[in-house]
């Protein structure tokens, strides 16, 4: 799955991953009015507009990005029916050919952490059969619980040849208050690293278990904020063969030169994702001419925007 | 709600909570051949079965303890049927009087933890009204993003009078990797610590800030596993008004004379998990003889079995 989302960055020219998180202010009146009227407002009615919400999206920008990154947490505050959503949308940007990044942000012991794994990414057992529950390519995954929390992901990863992105350095503010901290070196052993270099060396040694046949990188990848360049600079040399998913561009600060630290030498290793920039584009000024009529064709405006600012920031890098 | 969760304690004499972990191979043969004709093979007849088992332990446990845990993974394997099945149990037990732990795990940035506070502790606009997603009395929390991951989930147990308990110390075998590093202090500051101290003290800081009208108790709790006792026991002075929730009793491995430490002097502050050990209980050989048939009256054994260790070892401390 690593080397179907490189190929289709190749193709697309656009390492951009939009992200689906449907808050219902971002969803256009007259969509939220149809699913009310239908369902009423409720969870089921909510689950409906953000449903139609992200097909229309999904529409306009298949052609244009590799893949799709849904924050399952928009979904699940609508219950069952919002988690119904989020299935439905998974199975539907699969089937336009794009590449899924479930944003599970999941991660617990041993034994659950396989739960987890099989639930999202592999199959799970049932008598005789093996059912799928979420079945996206990818999952993001929570650290925190050190390596046994980890390891039935990279199980999983390596029978269904799909992915995860661990939380190294994520993008939101109060992020350095763990991840930013310096620890010593484990049993009193010399050297100093913050916390996200740890973590950033974990990484790299667990995605060294989990490679492809062919390829340059890992089934494991990275989370490392936009908001965060110089810490992306570090990280990219700990870990070069970590794919890494760079969340924080656009609405919560990133720039496209930002990023460059983010990519190798060979303009491979980081897919950027923007979610609120383009989902909700028709609620900026600049594109306020679409109209929510035209919120869709505003998302591909922002796509086609973004993809032109990390091609020119790329090519000033030499 | 942490009144609550304590009142129930005092009159049960049972700080004790049972981890509803259903894994497929814990239910009884006859339930799941049930399940299976009723629904086939499918995730369908999956949630069928662990609703079925999970029913008959609530109905054989609930007079005797004051809380259960379902752990969200467990039905999340099984996709959106597992999660309904999740959703039922969480009703059928506060039906029953018992105090629902959502053992969720979740964590995120500042805005999408907020969509799993609303969606888990509280209630979600849709429109003109407010409905309900999950609804639990209290989730487990992970702090790996810093306190703007927290903080909406403390509003909303302001507002709704509920609570979370914080992933501090974790009972798995790799915990250590990252939560027993020694941090220096922030910015180059003295002091030396361990990464689970320094998330002690942000949960008795945070705890502070939420605290009921009345009550020696925070809405904000903490995870610590009886596994680590001696961590138990510094953790404890470090956050005297945090309820510790201590997983990894029995099937992890801790007894218990190990769980002295995570109670307060009086008697409080402490609940203790029991998963497998309980709801698995007919399985193991002290139990077999309830039979497969039996495994309710096994679990409510256990429960007792359980019950009269704490208090034996509770006894002894003075």
């Not at 763990?178 to 790299?204: H, K």
């Amino acid at each position: 799955m690593i080397n179907k989302l490189i190929a289709k960055i190749r193709k697309t020219n656009a390492p951009i991953v939009v992200g689906l998180d449907p808050m219902l202010n971002y969803v256009p009146g007259y969509i939220r009015q149809a699913a009310f009227a239908e369902f009423g407002e409720t969870l089921e009615g909510a689950a409906e507009a953000i449903w139609q919400f992200n097909k229309g999206i999904v529409d306009a920008v298949c052609d244009l990005v590799p893949a799709v990154k849904p924050q399952i947490a928009m979904y699940e505050q609508f219950g069952i029916p919002g988690l119904t959503a989020f299935r439905r949308t998974v199975e539907y940007c699969k089937e336009k050919g794009l590449v899924v990044i479930g944003d599970i942000k999941r991660g617990d012991i041993g034994s659950t952490s396989e739960a987890y794994a099989v639930g999202h990414l592999g199959k799970v057992q049932v008598g005789s059969r093996f059912c799928r529950g979420f079945d996206e390519d990818f999952a993001t995954v929570n650290p925190y619980l050190g390596s046994d929390g980890v390891r039935p992901f990279l199980k999983v990863c390596a029978e269904e040849k799909k992915g995860i992105f661990i939380l190294v350095k994520t993008s939101n503010p109060s992020s350095g208050e763990l991840q930013d901290r310096v620890v010593l070196g484990p049993e009193g052993g010399s050297g100093q690293e913050t916390v996200y270099e740890m973590m950033g060396r974990q990484v790299a040694a667990w995605g060294a278990e989990c490679m492809p046949e062919e390829g340059d990188y890992s089934y494991v990848g990275a989370v490392v904020g936009a908001t965060y360049p110089e810490q992306g600079r570090v990280l990219r040399k700990i870990m070069p063969k970590a794919f890494i998913l760079v969340p924080g561009y656009g609405a919560q600060g990133g720039k496209g030169a930002d990023l460059l630290h983010f990519f190798n030498e060979d303009g491979l290793g980081a897919i950027v994702n923007s979610s609120r920039g383009i989902i909700a584009a028709y609620q900026q000024e600049q594109y306020a001419r679409f109209g929510e009529r035209g919120y869709a064709e505003a998302s591909r405006e922002a796509v086609l925007a973004m993809r032109e600012d990390i091609a020119s920031a790329l090519a000033g890098r030499h």
